[in-house]
């Protein structure tokens, strides 16, 4: 039997409405006791909380691990265990891997290699998203009943949208007889025409083609619209454009099932980021302009979007070595992420600390379906002890993560997970 005892924190709970200066117990992988500071004790360990956030572990719902379950000659840029190990080190006690490996996630047995890597790493919870399509080809459906019965907790073609309608339909309906949330990547191929960084002055004075914010809308609007036909929970993936933001607000309105995350480089950064031609800062959806990102800013305040999600995306320093038109899209998010969010809407004043707990823990935890993302006595043990005035400087030569794609490199920035709890066990406490 093992006890912590987390002393005096501010322990805040959203799904509850708790906010308060308290003790937490935790006994083996269970919350045992919560009580009036200074009132629970003696344990065989105890982390002095007096000055720091005592929240539910943080939950990621978008991240890519890279590692694929069959061997291959070429490292990948992230293992299961290297991201797993970061997203401790942020502060996430669970991620969803995406499925779009080499090759993808698309059978049970991958699904359930994903989750066998994750249990022996023994960090972060690893939850695996299944393919929505086979081979996410995007002509068949992949056997979904079979990738949820070996484990999976959603399912996303990610990377990319199912174009075919009659398929994206076919997906949907069974998603939805099995009560199992769609994760889209909402961007029109053919309206997105290859573009590489968004459409509108800077493509055009770098010479590149452009991703119009239409791209992303029209597949955010069939999306919404297939929602409510079919009654599927669809979870639309990394909103970075104000008129998505208002198509889900309206379809959320109108009742569909839609549920929405976003990114904090589509928070904290503005597409002028890439006139330097730095491919760090390429990503898809692409960054947008400052009315988007405000138009975002505002959807994370009012809740059209309920989740925060990094969209942790590692790549070879190699890969993004290449000319910005051929560099893969993505950046790292995980070690970043909470410094970045404080930034963008606690220190703007857009959202107070529970707000943004809830963001990171209950909503998304109810987009899975899942019991997670709450602290009350009984509960699993998933905590993050967070300092929320700890200035520091993002140093990716520092992170846990085997990949350095970091567009927040030599960010001065406040606020950070100091200590990771996850199954009643600390897996991660930073160095004082
Ligand atoms: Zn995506």
Redesign the pocket.
């Known amino acids: 039997m093992s006890r912590i005892l987390l002393a005096g924190g501010r322990v805040i709970d959203p799904a509850s409405g708790r906010d308060e200066a308290a003790d937490l117990l935790l006994q083996d992988d269970r919350i045992a006791a919560l009580g009036p500071a200074g009132s629970l004790g003696p344990a065989d360990q105890t982390l002095d909380c007096r000055r720091h956030l005592v929240v539910p572990g943080l939950i990621d719902l978008?991240v890519h691990l890279r590692e694929s379950p069959h061997p291959t000659d070429v490292p990948t840029p992230e293992t299961i265990a290297t991201g797993a190990a970061a997203a401790v080190a942020g502060g996430f006690t669970a991620v969803c891997a995406?499925p779009?490996t080499r090759p993808p996630i698309d059978t049970p047995q991958a699904v359930r290699y994903y989750i066998e890597r994750g249990r022996e790493t023994g960090l972060a919870r690893v939850l695996p998203i299944g393919c929505q399509t086979a081979g996410r080809a995007g002509r068949q459906p992949a056997d979904l009943e079979a990738l949820r019965a070996a484990g999976a907790v959603a399912f996303?073609d990610?990377?990319?949208d199912v174009a075919d309608p009659e398929v994206f339909e076919r997906v949907l309906r069974e998603a939805g007889r099995l009560g199992m949330p769609a994760f889209c990547?909402c961007?029109d191929a053919e309206l997105a025409a290859g573009g590489v960084i968004n459409d509108g002055p800077l493509a055009m004075v770098l010479g590149l083609p452009g991703n119009p914010p239409e791209a992303e809308e029209a597949a955010v609007h069939r999306a919404c619209d297939a929602a409510a036909r079919t009654g599927c929970r669809v979870h639309i993936?990394?909103v970075s454009t104000g008129g998505a933001v208002e198509i889900i607000r309206r379809a959320k309105d109108a009742g569909a099932p839609v549920t929405a995350e976003a990114t904090p480089h589509h928070l904290a950064l503005l597409e002028e980021s890439l006139a330097g031609r730095d491919t760090v800062f390429k990503v898809?959806?692409p960054l947008r302009s400052g009315h988007d990102v405000d138009a975002v800013l505002e959807g994370v305040r009012d809740g059209t979007i309920d989740c925060l999600a990094t969209?942790h995306?590692p790549h070879s320093a190699e890969a993004k070595r290449l000319p910005l038109a051929e560099a893969p899209a993505g950046m790292i998010g995980l070690e970043s992420a909470l410094p970045v969010y404080a930034k963008t809407l606690i220190e703007t004043g857009l959202l107070t600390w529970p707000q943004l707990v809830a963001r990171l823990t209950v909503n998304p935890a109810r987009v899975l379906g899942m019991d997670m993302g709450r602290i009350s006595v009984g509960a699993t043990a998933d905590i993050t002890v967070i300092d929320p005035e700890v200035a520091w400087r993002i140093e990716p030569e520092q992170f846990a993560s085997r990949a350095r794609n970091c567009p927040f490199a030599g960010w001065d920035v406040r606020g950070r997970a100091v200590a990771t709890i996850v199954g009643g066990r600390v897996v991660f406490e930073l160095d004082a």
Request: proline share 7%; hydrophobic share 15%.
């Open positions: 978008h995406m779009n996303s990610d990377g990319s990547h961007e993936c990394h898809s959806p969209d995306a």
